[in-house]
């Protein structure tokens, strides 16, 4: 069965720490990646997402991430982290194979950061 | 342009009620999906409509249907309401049937008592 799984469920960091977000899936097939974040009080947003072509992407707000294929992992990664970042923070997949559009998401991640 | 919306924002039923969620999709938008948000938990996917049809489905009983308009807005329904299906209600839409990104409402908080 088809699983994304986020290594850490809660985070705390001081502002400007580097952060990394482990996440790694479970499909056999081609898949599209990508970071949703939802801020206190508002709706999951899209914090950036890979197709195909170069692994490393970039995101909003100076997140990037790694699509490494064969660890099949999806990290999030950002250098100096800001009070603002504060957030929870979903990894998803879904399939390209079929035109799927089922977003299979992980269990989130709460990133707390201190001022 | 306005993103995704969904009606209403909160929403408490009894346990064996029915209730119908709405959302209307980003505008360029033609692909709706449900997904359901437990309390801790990352979304799960409910099903997904695209030219007015059910196109795909998760692991959900009958008693969660849907319907999708000519106008690609959408409606949740679920029967015989259970304590269980308190949650919140996301509606996703997209381009293509969700062949790309696709975006989020601040959805619906269902409370069954």
């Known amino acids: 069965a088809q699983s994304v799984s986020q290594h850490n469920h809660h985070v705390i960091l001081s502002e400007a720490a580097s952060l990394e977000l482990g996440c790694n899936y479970s499909?056999?097939?081609?898949?599209?990646l990508f970071w949703y974040v939802q801020y206190p009080g508002q709706h999951l947003q899209l914090l950036l997402k890979?197709?195909?072509?170069?692994?490393l992407v970039k995101g909003i707000k100076g997140f990037e991430a790694e699509f490494i294929k064969s660890k099949f992992s999806f990290n999030l990664r950002k250098p100096s982290v800001q009070w603002s970042d504060t957030a929870e923070y979903f990894c998803?997949?879904?399939?390209?194979?079929?035109?799927?559009?089922?977003?299979?998401f992980g269990q989130g991640t709460t990133l707390q950061v201190k001022p | 342009d306005a993103g995704v919306t969904q009606s209403p924002t909160h929403l408490i039923k009894t346990r064996g009620q029915q209730v119908t969620l709405r959302c209307s999709p980003k505008?360029?938008?033609?692909?709706v999906s449900w997904y359901q948000q437990a309390l801790g938990q990352g979304p799960q996917f409910i099903f997904q409509?695209?030219?007015?049809?059910?196109?795909q489905r998760g692991n959900f009983p009958d008693r969660f249907s849907g319907h999708q308009f000519p106008n690609y807005s959408s409606e949740l329904n679920v029967n015989a309401l259970l304590l269980g299906d308190s949650a919140l209600y996301l509606c996703?839409?997209?381009?293509?049937?969700?062949?790309?990104?696709?975006?989020f409402g601040p959805g619906t908080r269902l409370t069954v008592t």
């Open positions: 996703a839409s997209s381009r293509d049937r969700g062949r790309y990104e696709q975006y």
């Open positions: 499909y056999g097939g081609t898949v599209n």
């Open positions: 890979y197709f195909s072509g170069d692994p």
């Open positions: 998803a997949v879904n399939s390209r194979r079929g035109n799927t559009g089922k977003l299979i």
């Open positions: 505008s360029g938008h033609d692909t």
């Open positions: 409509y695209y030219e007015e049809e059910e196109r």
